[in-house]
């Protein structure tokens, strides 16, 4: 989320996938942006909400709305997984609620 800086991927064999998610979402920022405050207006405010906990909301709403091929409950235990490493018990708790509610709303289908 810093305009204008390039980023390096190690080798990895899911550096292809990795790179498609952050670049996907870094693309479509505002798209994700108007579906949380549209679906999220009353639940999260943006400006007061921490930087990190922000950037993996962001992943996770960008995997919800364009990889569907993956299915829901894989996307959120994968975030929610790869966030207790970096957020809070209390944080993890909040970004479950927070993409399930939006999940029902995206993939209503």
Known sequence: MNPGVEIDY?????KKYIKDIVSGTLE???LIEEAINKHLNKDIDLV????????ILFAGIF????KHNTPTKVIISEYLLA???FLEKIQVSYL???????AKQLREN
């Open 28 to 30: 479509r920022t505002e």
């Open 96 to 102: 479950n609620a927070i993409l399930d509610k939006i």
């Open 63 to 66: 995997e919800l709305m364009f």
């Open 83 to 85: 966030s207790e490493y």
């Open 10 to 14: 190690p080798k990895n064999q899911y």
């Open 48 to 55: 007061k909400t921490d930087k990190l906990l922000k950037i």
